[in-house]
Structures are given as C-alpha cells and as structure tokens.
C-alpha cells in the first residue's frame, strides 16, 4: 500500500530556477494539501485543495502554484526558486477538508534547497 | 505570532515511565486538537485527537487530556517504549476552518 508518494524527494536547485513536486495518492481521498516544515517551527500550509477540480492559498503560497490534475494527483510548482524556499516539502491527504478534517495522511517528504 | 506552542524542544523519558508533552494555545476558537508523530526521514502519522467537548480521549497507551479553561493540553505515553522516540507535534483546527495549525514540536528521547 503506497498511501501518498511524493517525488523528487530531494532536490538542488539555483536561485530563479523551477520545478514541480510531485505527489499521487492511492486511498481515493477527496482532499489534499502541500505543507513545508522549517527548522523550529511547525508545519505551514501552502495550498490546498478541498476536492478534484479546486485548490485555495494556505498560510504561506507566496511564490507557489499548485494543480489539481485528478483525484489522485496534485502538484506544487515553484516558477522562480528563492533562497528562502529552501525547506522540507509534505504532501498530505484526507477524506475531508471542512469541519474536521480527520486524520491526515503524509507522504515521506521532499527536500529541497535553493542555492 | 504562535498559536500552538510546544515549549519544550526535546524531553527524555527513561524506558517504562511516563511521558508527558505538552502543548499550550492562544486561539479560544480551536475545538479540535490532533497529536502526530515523526521519525526521521518520514511524514507525520496520526497518532490521537480530542474534540473540545470533550476533556480525555485514550488509545492504548496514549492518553490527551484538555484543559479548556488553561488552553492547555497533554499527551501521555505510558509506560514509554523504545520506539516512541520521535518528534510529536500537536495541531489545532477551528470549526469548519480547513487549515491545522501546528506547533513546532518536541523530540521525545526514551532512554533504555
């Protein structure tokens, strides 16, 4: 059982460049989201999106997009890395968005650093 | 400004005793508390949850208690095992807001 795959999972890049995180999930949930994590401080929400077909701005979507491509698939794009995007990236998912959102499930993590 | 506060960045715990975290937070609106766990090189799992209408939820060896009126809750972990060594993080949601706010964690050292 996969649960939530992410890929690359890390990942070297120079300042302005960009590229795609990857992730897929395989228990047919409806709601899925990308977190970063820095150093002493807790996750962040960047975006989510609450069902196929829709996607809003979390805490910190500053200089990200994502895309919702199917049920299963949703995808972070970085168009211009930064420096200060240098982070652990996380991909989770869940049944639900609204209300409680339960349990959520998280993939293994991509890290990457921005020179 | 944080608001879910995990105080301590790191607790060792002797094999077999209890372990205590604890989480503190601002927003009077959170109504649903969650506990994850993490190892290294690996996401967070799920580990309990606790409703605000409520004050204690047990799992097996875990227990989180709710104090509403201190803003406070803990998780317990007993008797602590090897293998619970790991980063805990404690989440909060308000009603029907989709986001989790999480505090920053703490390392959880189990000593043989």
């Known amino acids: 059982n996969a649960g939530v795959t992410q890929t690359p999972k890390f990942q070297v890049l120079k300042t302005g460049q960009s590229m795609t995180l990857q992730c897929a999930q395989d228990?047919?949930?409806?709601?899925m989201y990308w977190y970063r994590q820095d150093p002493g401080m807790g996750l962040r929400l960047i975006y989510y999106?609450?069902?196929?077909?829709?996607?809003d701005k979390g805490e910190v979507p500053n200089g990200y997009n994502v895309s919702r491509l199917n049920k299963r698939e949703f995808s972070l794009r970085l168009e211009s890395a930064a420096p200060s995007q240098t982070s652990v990236y996380f991909c989770?998912?869940?049944?639900?968005?609204?209300?409680?959102?339960?349990?959520?499930?998280f993939g293994e993590g991509s890290r990457l650093t921005v020179l | 400004d944080q608001q879910v506060k995990q105080n301590s960045p790191s607790l060792s715990v002797q094999e077999g005793r209890i372990s205590i975290l604890n989480c503190d937070y601002t927003?009077?609106?959170?109504?649903?508390f969650l506990w994850y766990k993490k190892y290294p090189a690996e996401g967070p799992t799920f580990l309990i949850s606790?409703?605000?209408i409520k004050d204690k939820n047990e799992d097996g060896r875990f227990t989180v208690f709710l104090n509403k009126s201190a803003k406070h809750l803990s998780l317990h972990i007993v008797p602590s095992q090897p293998g619970d060594s790991a980063v805990y993080f404690c989440?909060?949601?308000?009603?029907?807001?989709?986001?989790?706010?999480w505090g920053a964690g703490t390392k959880l050292i189990i000593k043989p």
């Open positions: 989770a998912s869940s049944e639900r968005a609204r209300g409680n959102t339960g349990e959520l499930f």
């Open positions: 228990m047919n949930h409806n709601s």
């Open positions: 999106s609450a069902s196929e077909g829709t996607t």
């Open positions: 927003n009077s609106m959170f109504d649903y």
């Open positions: 606790i409703s605000s």
């Open positions: 989440a909060a949601s308000e009603g029907s807001n989709y986001q989790l706010i």
